[in-house]
């Protein structure tokens, strides 16, 4: 197992998230997080970054520096002088699978690194995606729940910098807001990387049809969504049938 950095990031409401990086031997970086937890299941390998750099940025996040730590390949984390769990278990070949965990908050982060001309496009996007739901939404946004990561994007894309941003999407929020990001995501940015992961760092798709249990954590289901996901360019247009023979001429012989 290798040496890592452990990092702890304490929420308002007690709950906290682990974040450890390592310097692998080609020189690559690896990085896990998720839930405080024995395992840290979320895993990213990167190049052309510096371990103190990343670190000094996610300090800046209100990362906390915990110990150095051993994780296995598995992402289980040994403190010193502690013993794998796994070591002192006997291994079943047919384990019961995990309950897929309820969804209890929604992280997500963006960094953008593209060039200038990219840079400019997405501001422009995230305008255009925002005018979208704002139309969509009629206006019927609860002030006090409204998500602040909308005035984070239009500040950050202003002036076509590279920036870097992370946040929360609590229920509360309503579904808008993971839509949005969604939407910006799978235009697929070049230098863009946007990540969205539950609370269990578990990394959600762009795929709506997979993503039930999220639809159920804003307290609606695919159908209740599907006209704002179809303009949003998420779901495909369904055909209506019944309008498309309507315009169609009698063809009886």
Known sequence: MAAWNLYRHRNTDGSSKDWAVTTNTDGSITTRWGKTASKLPGVRHRRGVRQFDIETQKQAKGYVFVAEVDIDGD???????KTPATQSQGFDPNPEPLPTPSVESLYWTIECRAKQAVRVDIGLEVRRLIGVIQA???????PELEWNGWQQFIDATLNAETFELSGQIKSVHGVLPWLFLLALKAKGFKGVEID?????????SVD???EQDVLEFFGTDLDSIR??????GLLKPR?????AMSDMDDCWF
């Not at 992402?75 to 002088?81: A, E, L, Q, S, T």
């Not at 006209?227 to 949003?232: F, I």
């Open 75 to 81: 992402g289980n984390v040994v403190f010193p002088g």
């Open 136 to 142: 969509l939404s009629d206006g019927h946004a609860t």
């Open 196 to 204: 969205i992961a539950t609370e269990t760092a578990r990394d959600l």
């Open 208 to 210: 709506l049809k997979v």
């Open 227 to 232: 006209e704002t996901a179809e303009v949003l």
């Open 239 to 243: 055909l209506n049938l019944a309008a």
